[in-house]
């Protein structure tokens, strides 16, 4: 399998994530060690404040964050994630998760995730986040 077949196979099994199309969310960018994923803020995802909830930022940011962490193929899970909400954002914002892998080594990896308000450039929440690499593949390597 060449390499740009393989990337294409694990792309398609990072966007085929259930979660993501609940969401309405777009992962826009997959690449070794790095993705963008992206969504509206609609009412339903507000809490009783009128802001938006801090379990859908969360959630925008582990699914950048399972993206980068698989996107070579290899089965990774979250063991750790610390988040930081900065900024509050509201219905009809584009909220942008992008992650960095920061550190690759062994069994694990560090991430760096921010959400940004697409338009304003606004920080809404930083994570730093480490993944589990188990020893399985779902899209095998040549060697």
Same mark, same amino acid.
């Given at each position: 399998?060449?390499? *740009?077949?393989?990337?294409?196979? @694990?792309?398609?099994? @990072?966007?085929?994530?259930?979660?993501?199309?609940?969401?309405?969310?777009?992962?826009? @960018?997959?690449?070794?060690?790095?993705?963008?994923?992206?969504?509206?803020?609609?009412?339903?995802?507000?809490?009783?404040?009128? @802001?938006?909830?801090?379990?859908?930022?969360?959630?925008?940011?582990?699914?950048?964050?399972?993206?980068?962490?698989?996107?070579?193929?290899?089965?990774?899970?979250?063991?750790?994630?610390?988040?930081?909400?900065?900024?509050?954002?509201?219905?009809?914002?584009?909220?942008?998760?992008?992650?960095?892998?920061?550190?690759?080594?062994?069994?694990?990896?560090?991430?760096?995730?921010?959400?940004?308000? *697409?338009?304003?450039?606004?920080?809404?929440?930083?994570?730093?986040?480490?993944?589990?690499?188990?020893?399985?593949?779902?899209?095998?390597?040549?060697?």
């Amino acid at each position: 399998m060449s390499d *740009e077949t393989r990337q294409a196979a @694990i792309d398609a099994h @990072i966007q085929d994530d259930a979660f993501a199309r609940f969401l309405g969310a777009a992962v826009t @960018i997959v690449a070794p060690g790095h993705s963008r994923v992206a969504l509206t803020v609609t009412e339903q995802m507000t809490n009783f404040h009128g @802001i938006t909830h801090g379990g859908l930022v969360f959630a925008l940011g582990d699914l950048a964050f399972a993206a980068a962490s698989n996107s070579r193929g290899q089965v990774a899970v979250a063991l750790n994630v610390n988040i930081c909400f900065l900024n509050p954002s509201k219905v009809g914002d584009r909220l942008v998760a992008e992650a960095t892998e920061v550190n690759l080594g062994g069994r694990t990896g560090l991430y760096e995730i921010t959400v940004v308000e *697409e338009k304003s450039g606004t920080l809404i929440a930083r994570s730093q986040d480490l993944v589990y690499r188990k020893k399985a593949w779902f899209v095998e390597t040549e060697d």
